[in-house]
């Protein structure tokens, strides 16, 4: 388990490693997703979690977990849609926990991708519309002078 389950009840990777080796000297159980239990000790350390004063076995978690303004999302396939900007768009879900792990995602979002010389923009939202929307909003952020001057190069000429 690469992440820690934010349900856990600890709160640093030593005091994990003391509970976990207590319970394994006591013949400790874990319980598995599939309400199944297996001796601690045969379980490694980093797949399992101590939730809910029992030790859960972390579900494999095959999906990649990628961070969009603060908010940890897991992107799943391009969506192909042709419109008139350099957006790129995905599929994405909301990071989401039970006792036994990431949940799998239900992909219900849409990120937009947006690679420049400063670097990726990354937006987020219900739909394509929201998505591009917010990536407009961001870099409207970002670049807010360079367009200003572009946009109101008249204006400003004549003061």
């Not at 978690?61 to 969506?79: A, E, H, N, P, S």
């Not at 670097?119 to 394509?128: M, N, Q, V």
Request: charged fraction near 25%; charge should be positive.
């Amino acid at each position: 388990m690469i992440n820690k389950n934010p349900l856990a009840q600890y709160t640093t990777a030593t005091e994990k490693h003391n509970l976990y080796t207590q319970s394994c000297a006591t013949n400790t159980v874990a319980y598995k997703s599939d309400e199944s239990r297996i001796p601690l000790r045969d379980v490694p350390e980093h797949n399992v979690e101590f939730i809910g004063g029992l030790w859960r076995v972390q579900d494999d978690f095959k999906y990649k977990i990628t961070k969009i303004r603060d908010r940890q999302m897991i992107l799943g396939q391009r969506i192909q849609h042709a419109e008139k900007t350099f957006f790129e768009y995905y599929q994405a879900a909301l990071l989401a926990y039970n006792c036994y792990g990431p949940l799998a995602p239900r992909f219900d979002m849409v990120v937009a991708k947006y690679k420049t010389d400063r670097g990726t923009y990354w937006s987020y939202g219900h739909t394509i519309a929201e998505a591009r929307a917010f990536m407009g909003i961001r870099l409207y952020d970002e670049y807010k002078d360079l367009i200003h001057s572009i946009a109101c190069k008249k204006q400003l000429q004549k003061n």
